[in-house]
Every structure is written in C-alpha cells, then in structure tokens.
Nanobody
Framework: QVQLVESGGGLVQAGGSLRLSCAAS????????MGWYRQAPGKQRELVAL???????NYAESVKGRFTISRDNAKRQVYLQMNNLKPEDTAVYYC?????WGQGTLVTVSS
C-alpha cells in the first residue's frame, strides 16, 4: 500500500493559481492510477482529476481547462496545477492512489 502526503494548499484570490503536490512512498508508485479529490464544507467528496500510470488523464467538468494533473514516477510525485481559481474551488483537496488517501490540504479561494 502507498502512503501519501499532500502539500501546496493555501489562500488565494479568485483568478489566482496554486500547485498541489502529493508525495508517495511505500510501494511501487508507477503502477497506480492516481487521483485528486476534493471535499467542500457540507458536501460529499468528489473527483477532480485522474492520471493513469501511462499519463492518460480525466477531469471533472467543473475544472476542465483550468486544472492540470501530472505525475513524475521517478520522483514519486503527483501534481495538480490549478489556474483561474474560483471561490467554488474552495475545499480540502485529497490525493488518492489505490486504497490509500492523504491527509488533505486546504485550498481557500477568496472573491
């Protein structure tokens, strides 16, 4: 099982950018489909983006064209570049791989 630690969250104004990182350890990272999910206050956790071990990607409609997921298998890292952030992007963002979840990193977008 893989262990995951997110970083890079913070407070940003609407229209701004943030880059989240997820560091993985504990097993063969490259075999996993990796994902970013988010959970806003009072809402269920939802998928933001997925990336396969070959680099194929999939995005939620709400973030298409604004967010980019990428991975560096050699560094055992997954990234989420978030541009043109909106207040509705405010949430705790979680990294996922297999059955493993990180602890989450808070992103707050002010209007």
């Amino acid at each position: 099982q893989v262990q995951l630690v997110e970083s890079g969250g913070g407070l940003v104004q609407a229209g701004g950018s943030l880059r989240l990182s997820c560091a993985a350890s504990g097993t063969i990272f490259s075999i996993y489909v990796m994902g970013w999910y988010r959970q806003a206050p009072g809402k269920q956790r939802e998928l933001v983006a997925l990336i396969s071990n070959g680099g194929g990607t999939n995005y939620a409609e709400s973030v298409k064209g604004r967010f980019t997921i990428s991975r560096d298998n050699a560094k055992r890292q997954v990234y989420l570049q978030m541009n043109n952030l909106k207040p509705e992007d405010t949430a705790v963002y979680y990294c996922n791989g297999g059955k493993s979840w990180g602890q989450g990193t808070l992103v707050t977008v002010s209007s």
